[in-house]
């Protein structure tokens, strides 16, 4: 099946030299969002670098979100080329399942670590896409993701991937994977080639050791409860303070960083906006104590498990119970979690700052439990340990742009706890059927 992606006219088209004007107002705007986000990046910069005047910009484009609109526009199509055109020559030359997905891979890698400015645009402010925008973008995501639907379902059909798992999920979860790539990649210590070969050795293969597999097991270890919002006992501010975060989390979620005001949580919340101030001092300490607490309440439960060397036979339990609890905290617990994930591009570099010593104890402690599992033999030694804790984390973290339990999709997950099997089974035993490791 030959996929053909048509790229239309990417956008709004006045004359030549209007064109060539919009073309380099694009490719800073780009750039900067690329380099500082699109919150931190204003349409007088982009002007001034693109050698004009800011009132100028305004012939071109209404504002800076009509602006990113035409950037992600452009970054979509151009990952869609080049990862249908790889789909494409690796058909018409017969290759097997595996030659297909590294050349995929491949594609979608490079053209988001570096390929491309305004596919890279879109990675690192995808939060920052409002619901109007998202809908005007659906055709185009639906689009790229058909491109691995298609790949995946003829994998299938030729028995060279597992079929208990639908190929809506596999798909979002190794996209995700993917995608997550650009908060972390490090070029002085992967070349994109190298990273791109062990990425699909790894999806394909597992990570566990050739005498190992999970094979659908129920992991065991914690659950996690829904906080509770039963607040008996506590001071009548304790409560007030906790309603004010959480409804919080219900206004960033609409607003985002940049966009939230203290009116917005007060309206959430149901309250003046004159009361917060008995509480917080400012937009910004409501936001980092929301942050705070959801990094806390992950990093201490998950952690709990990686490091209990008594509750687990095997390596690969504990490993499976850890991101279950991972994905109970994003998904079940409360809203403080995922709202790391869902603005963490959308932070000022000073609030980066100051939960990086917490992030970085999470992150050592997967490490730790990998290079011990790998030492067991029960993990392959021949992946390199950050990339497969950034692999698997970032497809559990991007999980939270696209997944809603119970959704009413044909194949998806229909539950939070589907969801954690299938994603058990592509990173410890991997997705394919005709095992290399």
């Not at 304790?238 to 005001?261: E, F, M, V």
Request: proline share 2%; with cysteine.
């Amino acid at each position: 099946m030959n996929l053909k992606w048509d790229s239309g006219n990417g956008g709004k088209r006045g004359s030549r030299k209007s064109k060539g004007t919009r073309d380099t107002i694009l490719a800073v705007a780009a750039r900067q969002f690329c380099e500082k986000g699109y919150a931190r990046t204003t349409l007088k910069e982009i002007a001034a670098s693109a050698g004009m005047e800011a009132g100028s910009l305004y012939y071109h484009f209404a504002s800076k979100e009509d602006l990113l609109d035409d950037v992600f526009d452009l970054g979509c199509r151009q990952v869609i080329d080049v990862v249908s055109s790889a789909y494409n020559e690796q058909e018409a030359q017969g290759s097997d399942f595996r030659g297909i997905f590294a050349a995929m891979v491949y594609a979608h890698l490079h053209q988001i670590l570096g390929g491309s400015e305004f596919t890279a645009a879109i990675m690192r402010n995808f939060s920052m896409l409002s619901p109007e925008a998202q809908v005007r973008h659906r055709r185009v995501f639906e689009t790229y993701e058909n491109l691995w639907t298609t790949a995946f379902i003829n994998a299938q059909k030729k028995h060279e991937i597992r079929s208990d798992i639908s190929v809506l999920t596999l798909q979002q979860l190794i996209i995700g994977a993917l995608n997550w790539t650009t908060e972390w990649f490090d070029r002085d210590r992967f070349s994109v080639r190298e990273f791109s070969e062990t990425t699909v050795n790894l999806l394909l293969d597992g990570i566990l050791g050739p005498s190992f597999k999970w094979n659908g097991r129920e992991p065991d270890g914690m659950m996690i409860e829904p906080m509770s919002l039963n607040v008996a006992g506590r001071s009548k501010a304790a409560q007030t303070r906790l309603h004010i975060l959480l409804s919080a989390t219900r206004a960033l979620r609409k607003k985002g960083y940049d966009g939230i005001t203290l009116r917005h949580i007060a309206e959430a919340a149901g309250i003046e906006a004159g009361s917060i101030y008995y509480h917080f001092a400012s937009k910004e300490e409501i936001i980092d104590d929301v942050l705070s607490r959801g990094l806390n309440e992950i990093v201490e439960g998950v952690i709990y498990i990686l490091e209990n060397e008594s509750a687990f036979s095997d390596y690969a339990s504990r490993l499976a119970s850890a991101i279950r609890a991972h994905m109970h905290y994003l998904f079940v617990r409360n809203d403080f979690v995922a709202m790391n994930i869902r603005i963490y591009g959308q932070l000022p570099e000073d609030m980066r700052e100051k939960h990086r010593p917490i992030r970085q104890q999470y992150s050592n402690s997967w490490s730790r439990t990998l290079v011990r599992a790998q030492e067991s033999g029960e993990v392959r030694s021949d992946l390199d340990v950050l990339q497969m804790r950034q692999l698997m984390l970032g497809a559990l973290n991007w999980s939270a742009n696209w997944f809603h339990p119970n959704w009413d999709g044909e194949e998806a997950s229909k539950s939070l706890d589907d969801l954690i099997g299938k994603v058990l089974t592509v990173f410890l035993d991997g997705i394919a059927l005709d095992k290399q490791n």
